[in-house]
């Protein structure tokens, strides 16, 4: 148990110590610097009800009768003078027309546009929604997906409220419903962790990727960027290709809170939830190099700990260092999870935590793997 000096070692000993050491100082500047500055100093949206900008709130929707019968009416009753609401039919086989216009009797501003893939010259949403934002009465564009719903009728507000004459863009959070299940409690944590990052890279300058489940950037932007124009090849990215290529730590901001947020389903098999980690993955690879170079620090630093610091209890092996490195970083994690549920209004997930983040772990690399060497082709 005693704890030997570097002179005491031999070569491997030493190289095993020294990537402990290295893999626990990325770990710990990723957790005390980069995200304990969000987790600790995020506030809720101040809303400033004298000077609301109107917006327009686009959804692209794909035979999504069921979702957009329940969430539609959420969006549509926000508590915000002026938006509109302008949904693109992107080739449905469903109902949805029949359900937009029975809407709109009570709705008036819901908005309705219909893209049948025969002049889809784009891949996947970027042409619908491309249409709807070209269709958008308001500067102000927020955008969410059809089976997502907002926490609160000032979702509007409190997103929105974060735009500025120097902010053009608005990252938010979208998280999923509490539903029974292990499954539910991976795909929530998972999108816990995927926030996190983004958002933290954003507060401290760095923004790379936003979600189209809760976004928000000026029509004007969009426009003067050429929209999708660098990325058309890629079927999704939509969102997070999109605010990679455009945003600057000058001109977007965060919104987090219990207000501002949307839920979703979640995926109910694991086959479902794989396909649309992998599609996720098909984008991230597009990202800038320097994004790719820090969040594979993460990822690496964090698998080499935890094996490197096993590894050594298991030899016995300076046994002090690695169980006092261990146990840092699990108290760490535990304090910046507890804080960010808090931002993220999310429960029940931080004894499972540490599980649910190694299993992500190992799934990342599999994930990767398959990408390479098998095409993921589905569009949705």
Not at 160 to 172: E, H, N, P, R
Request: aromatic residues 14%; hydrophobic residues 45%.
């Amino acid at each position: 148990m005693e704890v030997l000096l570097p002179e005491q070692l031999n070569f491997w000993q030493q190289i095993t110590l020294y990537t402990l050491y290295g893999a626990a100082a990325v770990q710990f500047i990723f957790l005390w610097i980069i995200f304990f500055r969000f987790a600790f100093f995020t506030k809720a949206p101040v809303v400033n009800k004298e000077n609301q900008e109107a917006v327009s709130v686009i959804i692209v929707a794909r035979n999504e009768y069921k979702n957009l019968k329940k969430n539609l009416p959420k969006i549509l009753e926000q508590d915000y003078p002026q938006f509109e609401v302008i949904l693109v039919n992107h080739a449905s086989e469903d109902d949805t027309v029949y359900l937009v216009r029975e809407l709109q009797q009570k709705y008036p501003h819901l908005q309705y546009l219909e893209v049948q893939d025969d002049v889809n010259f784009f891949a996947g949403k970027k042409f619908p929604l491309s249409v709807g934002i070209k269709s958008a009465k308001n500067d102000l564009l927020l955008l969410t997906d059809a089976d997502c719903y907002p926490a609160s009728d000032q979702w509007i507000a409190e997103m929105t409220a974060k735009f500025s004459d120097k902010k053009s863009i608005v990252l938010g959070y979208g998280g999923y419903e509490s539903r029974p299940g292990f499954l539910n409690k991976l795909i929530r944590f998972d999108a816990m962790r995927v926030a996190t990052l983004y958002l933290s890279f954003a507060k401290w300058g760095m923004p790379y990727m936003g979600v189209g489940r809760n976004l928000a950037y000026r029509r004007s932007l969009f426009f003067e960027q050429n929209g999708f124009q660098s990325h058309l090849h890629i079927p999704s990215g939509d969102d997070d290709l999109f605010i990679n290529s455009v945003a600057r730590g000058r001109n977007t901001s965060i919104a987090v809170g219990k207000n501002c947020k949307t839920i979703s389903e979640s995926k109910t098999t694991f086959t479902d939830w794989y396909y649309q980690k992998r599609r996720h993955l098909t984008t991230g690879k597009h990202y800038k190099f320097k994004h790719l170079v820090l969040l594979g620090l993460w990822d690496i630093s964090t698998i080499i700990f935890f094996v490197v610091s096993i590894f050594m209890l298991s030899l016995h092996f300076q046994v002090i260092i690695a169980g006092v490195l261990l146990g840092f970083r699990i108290l760490s994690q535990i304090i910046i999870t507890i804080n960010i549920m808090f931002l993220f209004s999310e429960k029940k997930l931080l004894l499972l935590s540490p599980l649910l983040e190694l299993l992500l772990l190992l799934a990342g690399p599999i994930l990767l793997i398959n990408n390479t060497f098998f095409s993921n082709n589905r569009r949705w």
